[in-house]
Protein backbone atom coordinates (compact mmCIF):
# COMPACT_ATOMS: atom_id res chain seq x y z
CA UNK A 1 0.00 0.00 0.00
CA UNK A 2 0.95 3.66 -0.97
CA UNK A 3 -0.33 6.35 1.11
CA UNK A 4 -0.61 10.15 -0.30
CA UNK A 5 -1.68 12.94 2.13
CA UNK A 6 -3.01 15.77 0.57
CA UNK A 7 -5.44 18.92 1.61
CA UNK A 8 -2.58 20.86 3.91
CA UNK A 9 -2.66 24.62 3.24
CA UNK A 10 -2.40 28.07 5.61
CA UNK A 11 -5.32 29.33 7.58
CA UNK A 12 -6.59 31.41 10.28
CA UNK A 13 -7.17 30.12 13.83
CA UNK A 14 -10.62 29.37 14.12
CA UNK A 15 -10.59 28.04 10.20
CA UNK A 16 -11.12 24.57 9.28
CA UNK A 17 -9.07 22.12 6.79
CA UNK A 18 -10.10 18.99 5.30
CA UNK A 19 -7.48 16.45 5.10
CA UNK A 20 -7.41 13.47 2.59
CA UNK A 21 -5.30 10.10 2.40
CA UNK A 22 -5.22 8.34 -0.64
CA UNK A 23 -3.84 4.73 -0.63
CA UNK A 24 -3.29 2.82 -3.68
CA UNK A 25 -1.76 -0.64 -4.60
CA UNK A 26 -4.02 -2.53 -2.27
CA UNK A 27 -7.51 -2.08 -0.42
CA UNK A 28 -7.42 0.16 2.53
CA UNK A 29 -10.33 -1.47 4.23
CA UNK A 30 -7.31 -4.55 5.32
CA UNK A 31 -5.69 -1.90 7.86
CA UNK A 32 -6.95 0.49 10.57
CA UNK A 33 -5.93 3.80 9.33
CA UNK A 34 -4.16 7.05 11.36
CA UNK A 35 -3.15 10.57 11.77
CA UNK A 36 -0.06 11.84 13.09
CA UNK A 37 1.48 15.22 13.14
CA UNK A 38 5.05 16.59 14.19
CA UNK A 39 5.27 20.39 14.89
CA UNK A 40 9.15 22.12 13.96
CA UNK A 41 11.46 21.33 16.67
CA UNK A 42 9.33 18.82 17.92
CA UNK A 43 8.46 14.94 17.92
CA UNK A 44 6.03 12.96 16.08
CA UNK A 45 2.94 12.57 17.70
CA UNK A 46 -0.33 10.32 17.49
CA UNK A 47 -3.65 12.62 16.40
CA UNK A 48 -6.53 10.53 15.21
CA UNK A 49 -6.82 6.43 14.53
CA UNK A 50 -10.08 4.52 12.95
CA UNK A 51 -10.47 0.73 12.73
CA UNK A 52 -10.92 -1.12 9.57
CA UNK A 53 -14.51 -0.61 8.97
CA UNK A 54 -14.68 2.93 11.04
CA UNK A 55 -16.91 1.43 13.90
CA UNK A 56 -14.34 3.07 16.37
CA UNK A 57 -12.40 5.79 16.57
CA UNK A 58 -9.78 7.67 19.25
CA UNK A 59 -7.91 10.83 19.53
CA UNK A 60 -5.43 12.88 21.20
CA UNK A 61 -7.15 14.69 23.99
CA UNK A 62 -5.97 18.18 22.32
CA UNK A 63 -7.93 17.71 19.47
CA UNK A 64 -11.34 15.97 20.49
CA UNK A 65 -14.07 17.82 19.99
CA UNK A 66 -12.54 19.40 17.11
CA UNK A 67 -11.29 17.13 14.49
CA UNK A 68 -13.00 14.04 13.00
CA UNK A 69 -11.17 11.39 11.85
CA UNK A 70 -13.28 9.11 8.98
CA UNK A 71 -13.15 6.66 5.95
CA UNK A 72 -14.04 5.76 2.40
CA UNK A 73 -13.24 2.21 1.99
CA UNK A 74 -15.02 2.44 -1.83
CA UNK A 75 -12.57 5.29 -2.21
CA UNK A 76 -9.49 4.02 -0.46
CA UNK A 77 -9.41 7.14 0.89
CA UNK A 78 -9.22 8.76 4.80
CA UNK A 79 -9.93 11.84 5.97
CA UNK A 80 -9.30 14.19 8.89
CA UNK A 81 -11.49 17.13 9.25
CA UNK A 82 -10.05 19.71 11.42
CA UNK A 83 -11.97 22.59 13.40
CA UNK A 84 -11.44 25.17 15.16
CA UNK A 85 -7.73 25.34 14.14
CA UNK A 86 -5.47 26.95 16.87
CA UNK A 87 -1.71 28.14 16.29
CA UNK A 88 -0.47 25.11 18.35
CA UNK A 89 -1.95 22.67 15.53
CA UNK A 90 0.49 23.63 13.09
CA UNK A 91 2.45 20.94 11.88
CA UNK A 92 3.10 18.50 9.00
CA UNK A 93 0.67 15.75 9.18
CA UNK A 94 1.63 11.77 7.85
CA UNK A 95 -1.27 9.14 7.59
CA UNK A 96 -0.64 5.89 8.45
CA UNK A 97 -1.89 2.35 7.98
CA UNK A 98 -1.34 -0.30 10.47
CA UNK A 99 -2.58 -3.66 11.37
CA UNK A 100 -2.66 -3.39 14.93
CA UNK A 101 -6.10 -2.14 17.11
CA UNK A 102 -7.43 1.07 17.20
CA UNK A 103 -5.94 1.73 20.46
CA UNK A 104 -2.54 0.92 19.89
CA UNK A 105 -2.37 2.84 16.35
CA UNK A 106 -1.39 6.14 19.19
CA UNK A 107 2.14 4.17 19.14
CA UNK A 108 4.39 4.50 16.51
CA UNK A 109 5.90 1.37 16.96
CA UNK A 110 2.45 -0.34 15.72
CA UNK A 111 2.46 1.17 12.14
CA UNK A 112 3.51 -0.55 9.02
CA UNK A 113 2.85 1.96 6.58
CA UNK A 114 3.66 5.55 6.62
CA UNK A 115 2.64 8.09 3.82
CA UNK A 116 4.42 11.05 2.77
CA UNK A 117 3.36 14.52 5.43
CA UNK A 118 1.33 17.63 3.97
CA UNK A 119 1.92 20.50 6.02
CA UNK A 120 -0.83 22.90 7.95
CA UNK A 121 -0.08 26.13 8.85
CA UNK A 122 -2.68 28.19 11.38
CA UNK A 123 -1.94 31.66 11.83
CA UNK A 124 -2.84 33.59 14.98
Known amino acids: VQLQASGGGLVQAGGSLRLSCAAS????????MGWFRQAPGKEREFVAA????????TYTDSVKGRFIISRDNAKNTVYLQMNSLKPEDTAVYYC??????????????????WGQGTEVTVSS
Open 50 to 57: ISQYGGYT
Open 96 to 113: AASSATVQAMAFMTSINI
Open 25 to 32: GRTVSSYG
